[in-house]
């Protein structure tokens, strides 16, 4: 055993040696392989240049706005037979923003379609289990909710859509095939673009860009120069399934109305005609261009504005029946036409509906009414 008073004159004596002994291979490799005759010099490492003025903006956006973004796992469970053991069975992923310090998570309905659990890991690496607050499949959104505890979340700024223009410079940042916080960059490609939601609805005033948005990205945020949410990535067209070129990003201004009423409500209040219309392909094989109206509900809404029910003779054909042509200035052709015309419109708005009538056209106006489903 060696005594103490030894230690570092031993420690002081090894470390010698191996920087001895590394001269000593050194130069035994030297020799072994000795330069070839002419062999350039090594060239030298150019230095570092400056960030241009755009690189330190792009970076500070990223550093800034990339503590607003998560990685959401999702999960399905599977029992095993004859057993009680249950496993956690991952379903997908994708990407949320940080909507308040509250802890709610802002995501599109696909991420966790399907899913029985969440997990969502914060740029810094904690992760927490998260619970569904609320989904609008219409528009393609889900809230989720975390407990942060004593951590202060940093929400992501809300910003605008309705001012944005074509050509103006955008930021995605996502979990794009499960790597960490990425970022990419584009313009505008275009406004106003209508993509069909998992629900089979239009989902209109669609922002188009040309930032690369890919698996993974789905729910994360589309930002501006200002680092202020302007979208929330939802869909490519691309016939490879990889970024194309062509992205979607549902509007902030018709997302924000339908998060906030997904955490006041845990639903979004929709309004509606609170009427039965015949299906789309009914209409159309019985060469009525519009919408029939089947029911009208005694007492309501529509009713007091003067909307009629179909009626039938003794032979089950049409005797009578209200056919809506245009709402609020809209000329409607189907259902999609009418979620349209509705989409920017809240419960208790009053509107202007025209019907055809035994020939005639009748302009009623009706207060909407929230839909119970």
């Known amino acids: 055993m060696f005594r103490r008073s030894y230690l570092p004159c031993l420690v002081s004596?090894?470390?010698?040696?191996?920087?001895?002994?590394?001269?000593?291979?050194?130069?035994?490799?030297?020799?072994?392989?000795?330069?070839?005759?002419?062999?350039?010099?090594?060239?030298?490492?150019?230095?570092?240049?400056?960030?241009?003025?755009?690189?330190?903006?792009?970076?500070?956006?990223?550093?800034?706005?990339?503590?607003?973004?998560?990685?959401?796992?999702?999960?399905?469970?599977?029992?095993?037979?004859?057993?009680?053991?249950?496993?956690?069975?991952?379903?997908?992923?994708?990407?949320?923003?940080?909507?308040?310090?509250?802890?709610?998570?802002?995501?599109?309905?696909?991420v966790i379609r399907n899913a029985q659990t969440a997990r969502i890991t914060l740029n810094d690496h904690t992760a927490y289990d998260a619970t569904l607050v609320g989904v609008e499949p219409n528009k393609d959104i889900a809230?989720?909710?975390?407990?942060?505890?004593?951590?202060?979340?940093?929400?992501?700024?809300?910003?605008?859509?309705?001012?944005?223009?074509?050509?103006?410079?955008?930021?995605?940042?996502?979990?794009?095939?499960?790597?960490?916080?990425?970022?990419?960059?584009?313009?505008?490609?275009?406004?106003?673009?209508?993509?069909?939601?998992?629900?089979?609805?239009?989902?209109?005033?669609?922002?188009?860009?040309?930032?690369?948005?890919?698996?993974?990205?789905?729910?994360?945020?589309?930002?501006?120069?200002?680092?202020?949410?302007?979208?929330?990535?939802?869909?490519?067209?691309?016939?490879?399934?990889?970024?194309?070129?062509?992205?979607?990003?549902?509007?902030?201004?018709?997302?924000y109305r339908i998060i906030t009423q997904i955490i006041q409500y845990g639903k979004v209040v929709r309004p509606g005609l609170g009427v039965?219309?015949?299906?789309?392909?009914?209409?159309?094989n019985i060469g009525i261009e519009g919408l029939l109206v089947i029911d009208v509900p005694e007492r309501s809404a529509a009713a007091a504005a003067g909307l009629r029910s179909m009626r039938v003779d003794r032979r089950g054909r049409i005797a009578g029946a209200d056919v809506i042509k245009n709402v609020d200035g809209r000329d409607v052709r189907d259902s999609n036409d009418l979620y349209r015309a509705l989409d920017a419109r809240e419960v208790g708005d009053t509107i202007e509906i025209v019907v055809q009538r035994e020939g005639e056209l009748v302009t009623l106006e009706m207060t909407l009414q929230e839909l119970s489903s």
């Open 276 to 284: 039965t219309l015949a299906a789309d392909h009914v209409t159309r």
């Open 13 to 110: 004596l090894f470390a010698i040696l191996a920087i001895v002994s590394g001269f000593r291979a050194s130069a035994q490799a030297d020799e072994r392989n000795p330069a070839r005759p002419g062999a350039p010099a090594p060239r030298e490492i150019t230095p570092t240049a400056p960030r241009t003025p755009e690189e330190q903006r792009t970076i500070a956006l990223f550093e800034a706005a990339s503590a607003s973004v998560a990685h959401i796992e999702t999960f399905r469970q599977r029992r095993y037979m004859f057993s009680f053991e249950v496993e956690r069975v991952p379903q997908g992923s994708g990407s949320g923003i940080v909507w308040d310090e509250s802890g709610h998570i802002v995501t599109n309905y696909h």
């Open 143 to 255: 809230v989720l909710k975390i407990d942060p505890g004593e951590k202060k979340l940093r929400p992501v700024p809300i910003g605008t859509s309705f001012d944005l223009d074509v050509g103006q410079h955008v930021f995605a940042i996502g979990n794009p095939f499960g790597l960490d916080q990425t970022l990419t960059t584009g313009v505008i490609s275009g406004l106003g673009r209508e993509i069909r939601s998992i629900a089979g609805r239009p989902i209109t005033g669609v922002i188009q860009t040309d930032a690369a948005i890919n698996p993974g990205n789905s729910g994360g945020p589309l930002l501006d120069s200002a680092g202020r949410l302007i979208g929330i990535n939802t869909a490519i067209l691309s016939p490879s399934g990889a970024s194309a070129g062509i992205s979607y990003a549902v509007p902030v201004d018709a997302a």
